[in-house]
């Protein structure tokens, strides 16, 4: 995959970074690509204040109030306001989200929205030679052990797609 100019990240992927180490947010942004974060996404997320996300290149978006009332008047029963919101934003400005929630990925799929699992932005990172294998391992495993929506077997997918073994 080439170079991702603009991304939207949703709440998961954006904790489960924080969590793991919140360096990597930096290092997305110098190397993948802008993150931005809308308002009411990063509402959701404890570990980053606006200071820190300011200081991690994290640009937090402040929907249009226009955009925030089509996307709370839509319907789509699988997502919530946030998912409806980060799929609504991609879509108008033509950026990737970053989302490990599928029925987001499977919305954003079904309206040809360009879409990242958060291990595919580690492995951006490796690509890019800004983080090395071993330590997109080290990251990969620290994400699985604290979100239990990431097993075994796609910690195996992604560190095999690294060319390394758990």
């Given at each position: 995959?080439?170079?991702v100019?603009?991304?939207?990240?949703?709440a998961c992927?954006?904790?489960?970074?924080?969590?793991?180490?919140?360096?990597?947010?930096?290092?997305?942004?110098?190397?993948?690509?802008?993150?931005?974060?809308?308002?009411?996404?990063f509402?959701?997320?404890?570990?980053?204040?606006?200071?820190?996300?300011?200081s991690?290149g994290?640009?937090?978006?402040?929907p249009?109030l226009?955009?925030?009332?089509?996307?709370?008047?839509?319907?789509d029963?699988?997502?919530?306001?946030?998912?409806r919101?980060?799929?609504?934003i991609?879509?108008?400005?033509?950026?990737?989200?970053?989302?490990?929630?599928?029925?987001l990925?499977?919305?954003?799929e079904?309206?040809?929205v360009?879409?990242?699992?958060?291990?595919?932005?580690?492995?951006?990172?490796?690509e890019?030679?800004?983080l090395?294998?071993a330590?997109?391992?080290?990251?990969?495993?620290s994400?699985?052990a604290?979100?239990?929506?990431?097993?075994?077997?796609?910690?195996?997918?992604?560190l095999?797609?690294?060319?390394?073994?758990?």
């Open positions: 995959m080439g170079v100019r603009f991304l939207i990240v949703d992927v954006l904790i489960d970074f924080a969590k793991a180490d919140p360096a990597i947010i930096t290092l997305v942004s110098r190397h993948v690509g802008e993150v931005h974060v809308a308002t009411p996404v509402e959701e997320v404890d570990d980053i204040d606006a200071t820190m996300a300011a991690l994290i640009k937090v978006y402040e249009s226009e955009l925030a009332s089509s996307v709370a008047t839509s319907k029963g699988r997502l919530s306001f946030q998912d919101l980060c799929l609504a991609a879509k108008a400005e033509g950026w990737t989200c970053v989302s490990n929630d599928k029925q990925r499977a919305a954003c079904r309206s040809k360009p879409v990242l699992w958060g291990l595919q932005v580690l492995a951006l990172l490796v890019a030679r800004a090395s294998t330590d997109a391992r080290g990251i990969a495993k994400i699985a604290t979100n239990k929506r990431i097993g075994r077997a796609v910690l195996a997918r992604f095999t797609g690294l060319g390394l073994k758990e």
